[in-house]
């Protein structure tokens, strides 16, 4: 018997049903389309108020939405969704001040890093010539103040190693290297050679093959270069290392137009993906040329700045002081260029749009460089010219900081150099060294980087000493100069937005925005509360450049 009020509920069920069906049609229909969603997270955004989100949308390798997790998947559909359950999600890293290219030569010569005798020296070139027998041996990382006898060591032991085949090991800061006879004698070095901005020791009338700064380049100078092919898979293989440990954004500290020209194109056949802010190395060619052109950028590269070299390294005693090093009487370093031509230099990169970003270690050349900034700056706004390591301070030049000046410097140089600064600058000097937050202050901002290959890639290495101001074996207890760490909340920022306000990238990079490219890593840790001596030893677990995952 045909039931009339179970034949209206029954269709007010379909109808209803039907209803529902084109309603979740519809609105799914209505939720924009993305190319990836990050949910359920612990996100810093690391913007203007270090605020916290759980979820973002990315599209066309860009931030398009952050927020609450209910929100972005109301309102947000994508082919891939992560869902990062008790993740944490930062920008992606900056190193400010690193050697990416010859970080990636470096895979391909002899490791020096780490070794605590001349002896294990000797002994790493011997292995590497057995397994590679190149034509020239070249290596790099040596370090003569972490060994037993803390002086430079000699070319007599590779002489008798080497009679025949040319040998250059560059010291870790780059400032300094020891050579053997043939390559002197290649280099056409002899004890009699002039050495201006730095120096070629000779004892006993007979050089010992160990060159200071710019006379290091008559060596290097007669170096094949390396083919091509080399430099690509430097460069590939030096990427590799950088996402792997999360950084997507590395500040080149000097290059040439050759390299960069090779970065630009690898780029843009997407065989590179890294950021590279490529400071020009600052000979006369270079910037008459590149101020000439203007600045250059893509979404990859930006090239606005230059590189200029100041003086030496520390460790060499080729950073020029005001007053003599404690630990060698009448010798106070030395500039690499006059006064005059320093000055010079800098008129001409200030009438351009180019940054000048200046390798400055001594006391007396972060005076000279902060002087000759502020006086030809004085009619100019926002040039954001940066000063590299800015290591050892006279305290009046601190003020200098407050004028758009940027510090830029490296946290693992105060915890690597701790040992033995105060030896070669006395306990004055040592309180005005490596003193970050004093900077912080006075700038507002600050850009931390590694300076590797002299220091280790990691940044997590440069946030545990930045807060730290220890080494991994827990010394000196209290920290190096505690006074002057950050806190990890500068600390981030240093690593992601202020190294982007420093290149003039804030708007693009730097923290996790609507607008901005999705340049970001996943972690399993808590950088801002988890116990501090564990920060060294955490890794990402996914890396992106600009919504693609590359690790």
């Keep these: 018997m045909f039931n009339i009020k179970s034949f209206q509920s029954n269709n007010m069920k379909r109808i209803l049903l039907i209803g ?30 270090f605020t916290k989100a759980e979820a973002m949308a990315v599209k066309n390798g860009k931030i398009i939405a952050v927020g609450t997790t209910s929100d972005i998947q109301k309102k947000y559909q994508a082919p891939k969704n992560i869902n990062a359950m008790d993740k ?21 010569k002899v490791d020096l890093r780490g070794t605590k005798s001349y002896q294990e020296v000797l002994d790493r070139v011997v292995k590497f010539q057995k397994e590679k027998n190149p034509e020239f041996i070249t290596g790099r990382g040596w370090d003569q103040n972490d060994w037993a006898v803390k002086e430079f060591p ?6 008798k190693l080497f009679p025949d085949t040319p040998v250059v090991l560059t010291r870790i800061d780059g400032h300094a290297l020891l050579a053997n006879s043939k390559a002197l004698e290649l280099a056409k070095i002899t004890p009699t050679t002039k050495a201006e ?6 004892k006993n009338g007979e050089t010992t093959g160990i060159l200071v700064d710019n006379p290091m380049d008559l060596v290097y100078n007669i170096i094949p270069k390396p083919k091509k092919e080399t430099q690509i898979k430097a460069l590939k293989d030096a990427e590799k290392v950088m996402f792997d440990y999360g950084l997507t954004t590395i500040n080149e500290a000097g290059l040439e137009k050759d390299m960069i020209d090779l970065i630009d194109t ?32 893509t979404d990859k590269l930006n090239v606005r700045s230059f590189k200029f070299m100041g003086d030496g390294a520390l460790g060499s005693r080729g950073a020029c002081l005001h007053k003599p090093y404690s630990d060698r009487p009448n010798h106070h370093g030395a500039l690499l260029s006059s006064v005059a031509d320093i000055k010079r230099i800098a008129k001409q990169i200030a009438d351009s749009e180019y940054q000048m970003n200046s390798h400055a ?9 902060l002087n000759i900034y502020k006086d030809v700056l004085k009619d100019k706004s926002d040039r954001r010219w940066k000063i590299e390591h800015a290591q050892i301070m006279q305290e009046k030049d601190f003020d200098s900081f407050s004028l758009n000046i940027i510090p830029s410097v490296q946290p693992t140089h105060a915890t690597s150099d701790m040992y033995w600064a105060e030896e ?4 004055e000097r040592i309180k005005h060294s490596y003193a970050y937050k004093k900077m912080l202050d006075k700038a507002g901002v600050i850009a931390l980087g590694t300076d590797f290959p002299i220091e280790e890639v990691n940044p997590m290495l440069t946030f545990y000493a930045a807060v ?11 920290g190096f100069q505690p006074e002057n760490a950050l806190s990890r909340e500068e600390t981030l920022k240093g690593m992601t937005i202020w190294a982007a306000y420093s290149n003039f990238e804030e708007n693009e990079k730097g923290s996790l925005e609507v607008g901005k490219w999705a340049d970001f890593t996943i972690f399993d840790n808590d950088l801002i509360n988890e116990d501090i001596d564990a920060i060294p030893y955490v890794k990402p677990v996914n890396t992106f450049v600009k919504g693609i995952q590359v690790k």
Aim: proline share 3%.
């Design 20 to 49: 529902l069906f084109f309603g979740t049609q519809t609105f799914l229909a209505q939720k924009q389309k993305a190319d990836l969603l990050i949910t359920n997270a612990t996100i810093y955004t690391v913007n203007k108020d």
């Design 88 to 108: 944490f999600v930062y920008p992606g890293f900056y190193d400010a001040h690193a050697h990416f290219y010859s970080y990636g030569l470096n895979l391909q």
């Design 154 to 159: 000699t070319k007599a032991e590779l002489d």
């Design 197 to 202: 901005g730095g120096e070629i020791q000779v």
């Design 266 to 297: 690898l780029q843009q056949k997407n065989e590179l993906k890294i950021n590279i802010y490529a400071m020009v190395a600052a000979t006369q060619d270079n910037i008459d040329l590149y101020t000439q052109l203007g600045p250059y950028q």
């Design 361 to 369: 270690i001594g006391d007396s050349t972060n005076t000279v460089l």
């Design 424 to 427: 070669r600058v006395g306990k």
């Design 468 to 478: 730290a101001r220890k080494d991994l074996k827990n010394f000196p207890e209290g």
